[in-house]
């Protein structure tokens, strides 16, 4: 049993347990957007369509985070960059390597769901995050 | 058009203050801004300030008993003394008004600065953490322009040089390269002495048609503008972009209309104070700017181009860097440093014959401003 997920309509998992970024993309202009929202950031229309997102992508930026930002679940340091999608999306993510000098510009990335322990809660809760592909 | 004038300014310093309220601080700085322009009566207020509450302008002027007129609080993140200061310039020249009081106060958290901005859940997951978002745009600018993390400690050790000698400044300290480098990391490639401090102050001018304010330094434009969509790395600090190349960031769209507004072009700068809330921040500034072409940021740190004694001096008040960042505060503390210069009266750090300066803030929101000063 995994823990709760830290907001509802952020991911999701497939039948055979792949888990996906839930997105939407715009009707009028066909802009993705994640995460998902009823209107669409880049022409405002209210007909957004829900879609999965693509579980790969690449390294387009990286840091770590080594002291805990306000309202923190998880322990420190972690991993945070943004991710380019092989959608074309880009996005800020949790990333599974916390040391930022083994990451590289443009290396392949897959999406992967992990656990905060719920410091000072006692609730823990899913998130998403992007590990490196080595497969 | 009316022109407008700035006839007078006054500041509470930056820092940690126990004890005194930001209304305490408000107090301070329009009482010298006031006393500074001849204890003329004005027409509105403007107060920008992010974290003071309810009616915070309100209560600064209440205490003083200079009330009865409108008073507006105007929020517009790091911004927003330069939202203000659009206001309060605008209804001069549309001859609302002939006297406006523009004044920003704040006392900041400590700490990582709380922002309602992130929904609760991107708190828990870690996404609210400010700095990683600094980190990401300085190693985008390290990786498209060749900035190096050397010329990013050199910007730290130039602007606290410059704030040596800024009396209200915070920190007061010389460092070093090494210094700065010896830091602890906070975001790669962000260490601790890169970054600027949250903290406290109040600074506050008194905006008059210029016809009542005969020889003060004048301000020529004050643009506001907002981010457009796109760009992940952008002030609007979005979870997800698009490709953005092609999209021009809110400081650069404040800066052209700045320029346009004022008939002025980069060349033509004296001095610029702008957003170094890290390093980074303001080497990229010298690209969104326009001080330079775009990926030729690092040559005006490599060449000492923004140095005091350079061709185009940068925060010579010591910037964010050395005067902290109380957000409401920080943009009318920028316009006051150059209505310092442009008077003559910026003490030992006074530039030989400055004649026109810029100021830029560009902060959550996204919101980027830019204010032109002549004399």
Redesign the interface.
Known sequence: MRAPP??DG?FAEDDSGNPYLI?GRCDECG?????MASTC??CGAATVEEVRLSDRGTLW??????????????TVP?G???VELTD?????T?LEEPD??RLR?GIPMRLTLVE?EGEGTDSP?T?YSFAVDDA | MTDVAIAGTGMHPFGRFEGTTVTEMGVTAVRAALADAGDPDFQAAFCATVYSGVAAGHKVLGALGRTGMPIVNVEAGCASGGAALMLAAGAIRAGQYDTVLVFGIEKMPKGIIRSSFFEPWREQAGLAATPAYFALRAQRLMRESGVTKQQLAEVVVKNRTNGLDNPTAMIRKPTTVDEVLASRVVCEPLHLHMLCSPNEGAAAVVLRRSDLAPGAPRIVAAALRSHLPGSVLGEATPLSGVPDDDITPPSTLAARDAYEEAGVTPTDLDLVECQDTDAAREVLAYEELELCAPGDAGRLVADGTTQRDGPLPVNVSGGLLSKGEPLGASALGQVVELADQLRGRAGARQLDGARVGLAHTVGRGANAAVVIVTR
């Open positions: 830290v907001r952020l997105g802009r993705l957007q994640f995460p950031p880049a930026g990286w840091t770590a985070v080594t002291a805990p930002p306000p309202g923190y679940l998880g972690f945070f960059g943004v074309g999306l880009r996005v800020i949790r930022p000098s510009f905060l809760v998130t």
